[in-house]
Each structure stands twice: as structure tokens, then as C-alpha cells.
């Protein structure tokens, strides 16, 4: 935690960079210099494509195809959970004594994962349209994510914690811009914590995050703008402002890669500063496990859907390592996704008259 009043980094001898940290520049470093190499590669040869279009930084990158080689073998519904795998400060919110040390640990559930962003360096693959993902982690949470929309990209998630302690649910729209200094991404959409002891409500609202280094230089990761966590119902609201903490003079709080906390509302001013919840070396990410997986571990029975993004052809492919028969199967889908897309509104109607 940090106190302006007094410059103090509490346990600062206890807290130390994560091994992907950049250490000149600050931000989380790609150090695979095969992959840099490779992507360099790409990324030169879509911009002489693309053109002016593309370098003017008005192009989202959402919508452009882009060749196998460029993907990891997931789907973007599995991507977006990537930071939710410290469930255990979800869990010890939801016994919190009071809204104030509740909110705190939402706070620090939120940090701690957002080291996992960078984690992969490749793109996702975009979901199709009505494209699903189940998962578990062996401390009982789950989640279910669906591509809801295609154009613009919308996945809806409920992410549930075990025995419904909690829950977050939301749905993410995800856009992605190229400059000549890298990639910027910002998810639109809404996020929130339910609470089942008595129903509270955290809304969240997420930074954005910048790829740097692309073309030239060492390819890292910040995260960047604010995030706010807001309880409406005890009117509190914790602001994480991502970047050099200002006036502070620790080595570690003037780094591109600080951030600080303020938490504001009656309860907050009376507050004392808070002992520390999560640091680095202290807290081990869960894994989100396939819901075939855990199945074999627990013996549970439950509907794995032939939507699932375990299922992807194109997918199991890659898995497989057939980068070729992988290219042509994404591009066949993508292709079969246009024409559902042209032919889906003449058949609206009928979705109208079998609702009502």
C-alpha cells in the first residue's frame, strides 16, 4: 500500500518485479526472440497491404484476418479469463466484516490478476458466433462464456464462485487499434461482482492496455488510464490509477508500471491504512481446467456443449500442429459466418414469433 502523506512503500523489501518485468521502460517484456522475429514479419507485411488505412490507427484489428501462424491455439472466450484466477480474495470478500474491507479485497482480487494480460503473445481466435467455454478451477469456481454477438464482438460471462459465494458476470467488447507505437485494446461493456450473504453489487470498469515495441525495440505490455470498483449501496468507490505514482520518490512507485489505490466514501475516510492482501511471490494462480478434465478428476456429470471452444476444428488442428489445415478451416468458417450473417436477417421474424 502506498501513503502519500509520508512516501512509504510498506514491505517493500518483501516486493520484487515479476520475471518478465522491463526493467528500463517498465511494463511486462516478451523475451521469445523467435516469435518477435516472426511477428515482425507479419505485422510489416499486413501494414504494406493495408496501407494508409491501416498506419492512420483508425483500423480495428478485430475485423482483420489474419494469418494462423500470427494465433495461440485458444479462442478469445478463453483468453478473457486469464486474470480471474485468484478466486480465493473473491471468497474472502464474500466473508468480509465489513463493505470497506469487502471492497479492499475486490480491489486486490482485480490486481493480482492483471499480471496474467500478457501472459501469451499471440492473438486469440476470434469466437463464432454462438461459440461457447466451460471451465473449473479445482477450488469449485466456474465459469461459462458465449460469443453473443459477431459484429461488434460481444461474449457474455458468469463466472461463479464455489458453493455461489459470489458471482461476475458481464460482457466484454474487445477493440483493438494499431499505431505506429503499438497495439491498443479496451473492452467496453459492463463487469460486476454479486455478492449471495446480502446481495451487494461491485461494478467494475477496466483500464486499457498498450503493446509497445512491436516493430522495433523490446515488445512489453502496460496497462494503462484507471479502473474503478464501485459499491453503489454503501457509497464507496475504489480509482486504480495505473502509471508513476505522482510525487512519490520509491524507485518502484515511479515506474511505468505503478499503480495506486484511492478509495473514497464515509466508510474510507475513517479508515486506517489497510495491511497488505497480495503481493507476487505470495499468491499462486489457479487454472482454469476444461469442463471434460474436471469431469475425470471429480467424477461429475455435466452437459459439455457442442459449442464448446474445445470442439473448434480449426483449433484442434492447431493443437495438433497443422498450421496449414488450420489456415484453410478458419478461413472456411469465417467464410461460412459471412453468409449466415447476409441470409440471418430475412429469417429475424421467426426468432420474433418463437419468443413472443
Not at 520475471?19 to 526472440?33: I, K
Not at 484511492?262 to 499462486?284: F, K
Amino acid at each position: 500500500m502506498y501513503r502519500h502523506e509520508d512516501d512509504l512503500f510498506l514491505d517493500c523489501d518483501e516486493a520484487w518485479l515479476h520475471d518478465d518485468a522491463l526493467e528500463q521502460d517498465g511494463g511486462q517484456t516478451c523475451n521469445d526472440t523467435e516469435l518477435i522475429s516472426s511477428q515482425r514479419r507479419i505485422i510489416i507485411d499486413i501494414g504494406k497491404q493495408l496501407g494508409r488505412k491501416l498506419l492512420s490507427g483508425n483500423l480495428n484489428l478485430i475485423n482483420i484476418t489474419l494469418p494462423v501462424v500470427m494465433f495461440e491455439p485458444r479462442s478469445y472466450l478463453q483468453k478473457l479469463a486469464d486474470p480471474w484466477v485468484h478466486p480465493r480474495h473473491l471468497e474472502a470478500a464474500a466473508a468480509a466484516a465489513s463493505p470497506l474491507a469487502r471492497l479492499q479485497l475486490c480491489v486486490a482480487w482485480f490486481v493480482a490478476g492483471l499480471q496474467h494480460v500478457f501472459a501469451s503473445w499471440r492473438k486469440p481466435f476470434n469466437p463464432l458466433l454462438g461459440e461457447t467455454w466451460q471451465a473449473c478451477t479445482a477450488s469449485g469456481s466456474s465459469i461459462f462464456a458465449e460469443q453473443v454477438s459477431h459484429h461488434p464482438p460481444v461474449t457474455a460471462f458468469h463466472l461463479q464462485g464455489p458453493s455461489g459465494l459470489f458471482s461476475f458476470q458481464g460482457l466484454s467488447q474487445p477493440e483493438v487499434s494499431f499505431s505506429a507505437g503499438g497495439l491498443k485494446t479496451n473492452a467496453r461493456g459492463y463487469r460486476r461482482i454479486t455478492f449471495a450473504s446480502d446481495g451487494a453489487v461491485i461494478e467494475i470498469s477496466y483500464p486499457y492496455y498498450r503493446i509497445c515495441g512491436l516493430l522495433s525495440g523490446q515488445p512489453h505490455g502496460l496497462i494503462k488510464g484507471k479502473a474503478t470498483l464501485t459499491d453503489s449501496r454503501h457509497n464507496l468507490t475504489a480509482t486504480v490509477i495505473f502509471g508513476p505514482v505522482p510525487g512519490a520518490t520509491s524507485r518502484l512507485l515511479a515506474r511505468a508500471d505503478s499503480f495506486s489505490v484511492c478509495i473514497q466514501g464515509p466508510a474510507a475516510a475513517a479508515a486506517a491504512v489497510i495491511e497488505r492482501l497480495w503481493t507476487l511471490s505470495e499468491d499462486a494462480p489457479e487454472c482454469w481446467l476444461p469442463l471434460a478434465q474436471q469431469q475425470q478428476q471429480q467424477q461429475q456429470q455435466q452437459l459439455v456443449l457442442p459449442s464448446d471452444s474445445q470442439h473448434r476444428l480449426d483449433l484442434v488442428v492447431l493443437r495438433a500442429g497443422d498450421v496449414k489445415a488450420a489456415q484453410q478451416l478458419k478461413e472456411q468458417m469465417e467464410q461460412q459466418q459471412r453468409r449466415d450473417a447476409k441470409v440471418r436477417p430475412a429469417f429475424a421474424h421467426l426468432d420474433c414469433a418463437q419468443s413472443s
